[in-house]
C-alpha cells in the first residue's frame, strides 16, 4: 500500500478491528493454548475461557448460554439451522424473500433441490422492506413450515419488524429464522424476548475478528449437526475450538455493546451529514430504501449511465472504499439481486453506492467522499 490516506466506508462488508479486541486475542494466543477439550489444566483453562464468552455473549443477547453455538461465521450457522430444521424436524415449506443474503438464498435454494420442500417468496415493497401482508395467509396452510427473513438488509438497511414476523410464526407453529449479521452489536436485541427460535451473526461485522461467529438456537428446539467429530459444542458443532476467536467476539460484542448509546448517535449523525453533503454536490439523488438502518446509506447518483461500471474502480484509485449499490458494477454484469426487487429498471442502471458506517468514521471521510465522487 502506498501512503494515500485512504477511507474505508465499506462497513457492511466487514468492519476494522478495535484495539482491545486485537490486544484480548494476542494475549489468549499467547497464553491459551491448550485445546479446550483436554483433562489437563492447559485444556481446563481454555475451556473456561470459552464458557466465559458464552456466558457473555449470552447476557448481552438476552439469552441463554446453552442457546449458543459458536461456528466459524454466520453463512455455517445458517446453513446448520436451515438444513437441520428440514432434514431433522420435519419442515416442509420454507418462506423467505429474495432481498435476502446469498448465505440464505442459496441454502434455502440447495434444500428445495436436495429434499423437495417448497419454497414461497415474500415480495419487496417500494421502500425495499419485505411484504408481510400474505404471510398470515401463507401461514394458515397446515404445512411444517419455516420462516427465515433477515433483520437488518446488508445492502440498503432495510428493517423487518421481527416481532410482527415472530408472533405470526408463532400463532401458526411455524419456526422462525432471522439473520441478525447487520444488527448484532448495533442495537439491544433480546432474544428471549423476541418471537425468534433462530439467529446468526458474524464477529467481524462488529469490530470483532473474521472466522467466528454463533448460532442462536432457542432451548425449546432441538437441531442436529451439519459438522460430525468431537463433542465440541454439545457435538453440533465438531473441530477444535479457536479459543482467541471466540474471546475476541465476545470481547467485541462487550465493546460495542458499552459504546452502543454514543456511537449510535455518532453514527447516525454522520449517516445524516453524508446524505445532507450528497444532496448538495448531487442534486436529484435518491436513497434505494426508506427509513433505513442507521449505519447504511445506499444511493443513485444521477450520473449517466456510463459512469456506473468504473464508478468503484475510479473511488478506488483515489482511495475511498465502497461498495456497488446495483448496476453492473465492479466487474458484475447483472444489478443487485436485492435492488432488482424494488427498484425501478432505469434507476438500476444508474451508477449507485452503498456508503456504511462505523464508530471509526469521521465528517472528514465523508467530505473526502463527495469530492472523490465530485470528480469522477
Ligand atoms: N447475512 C448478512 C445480512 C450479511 O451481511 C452477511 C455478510 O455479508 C452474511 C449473512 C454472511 O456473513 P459471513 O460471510 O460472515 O458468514
Redesign the pocket.
Known amino acids: 500500500m502506498n501512503n494515500m490516506k485512504r477511507v474505508y466506508l465499506d462497513n457492511?462488508?466487514t468492519t476494522p478491528l478495535r484495539p482491545e479486541v486485537i490486544d484480548c486475542m494476542v494475549d489468549v494466543m499467547q497464553t491459551e493454548y491448550g485445546n479446550a477439550s483436554s483433562t489437563h489444566s492447559y485444556g481446563r483453562s481454555a475451556k473456561s475461557i470459552i464458557e466465559s464468552a458464552r456466558k457473555s455473549i449470552a447476557q448481552w443477547m438476552g439469552c441463554e448460554a446453552r442457546e449458543l453455538i459458536f461456528t466459524a461465521?454466520?453463512?455455517?450457522a445458517?446453513n446448520m439451522i436451515l438444513t437441520s430444521a428440514v432434514r431433522d424436524l420435519g419442515i416442509q415449506r420454507l418462506i423467505t424473500s429474495r432481498m435476502e443474503?446469498h448465505?440464505?438464498l442459496y441454502t434455502v435454494e440447495k434444500l428445495a433441490q436436495d429434499f423437495g420442500v417448497t419454497v414461497a417468496y415474500l415480495p419487496a415493497k417500494p421502500d425495499g422492506t419485505v411484504a408481510l401482508e400474505g404471510l398470515a395467509e401463507l401461514l394458515q396452510q397446515e404445512i411444517p413450515t419455516l420462516v427465515t427473513l433477515?433483520h437488518?438488509?446488508?445492502e440498503t438497511g432495510a428493517v423487518l419488524n421481527i416481532d410482527e414476523v415472530g408472533q405470526l410464526c408463532h400463532a401458526h407453529n411455524a419456526l422462525f429464522h432471522c439473520?441478525t449479521?447487520?444488527s448484532v452489536g448495533k442495537v439491544r436485541l433480546h432474544f428471549h424476548d423476541l418471537p425468534l427460535d433462530f439467529a446468526?451473526a458474524?464477529a467481524?461485522?462488529f469490530h470483532g475478528p473474521k472466522g467466528v461467529?454463533f448460532a442462536y438456537i432457542s432451548k425449546n428446539v432441538v437441531l442436529k449437526p451439519m459438522i460430525v467429530g468431537g463433542e465440541q459444542e454439545k457435538g453440533l458443532r465438531a473441530g477444535t475450538e479457536a479459543v482467541h476467536q471466540i474471546a475476541g467476539m465476545a470481547k467485541a460484542l462487550e465493546l460495542d455493546m458499552t459504546d452502543l448509546a454514543h456511537d449510535q448517535g455518532y453514527i447516525e449523525a454522520l449517516k445524516f451529514y453524508c446524505w445532507e453533503q450528497l444532496q448538495i454536490a448531487f442534486p436529484g439523488i435518491k436513497t434505494n430504501g426508506e427509513h433505513t438502518f442507521y449505519n447504511i446509506l445506499n444511493v443513485t447518483l444521477p450520473m449517466p449511465e456510463e459512469k456506473a461500471a468504473m464508478l468503484l474502480f475510479n473511488l478506488d484509485i483515489k482511495g475511498i472504499a465502497v461498495s456497488r449499490g446495483s448496476a453492473c458494477q465492479s466487474g458484475s454484469s447483472k444489478p443487485s439481486h436485492v435492488l432488482a426487487q424494488f427498484v425501478a429498471e432505469d434507476d438500476l442502471k444508474r451508477p449507485a453506492l452503498r456508503i456504511s458506517f462505523s464508530r471509526f468514521n469521521t465528517k472528514e471521510d465523508i467530505d473526502a467522499l463527495c469530492d472523490a465522487l465530485k470528480g469522477v
Open positions: 457492511a462488508a461465521n454466520a453463512t455455517e445458517t443474503h448465505a440464505t433477515m437488518v438488509n446488508n439473520d449479521v447487520q446468526v458474524s467481524h461485522k461467529g
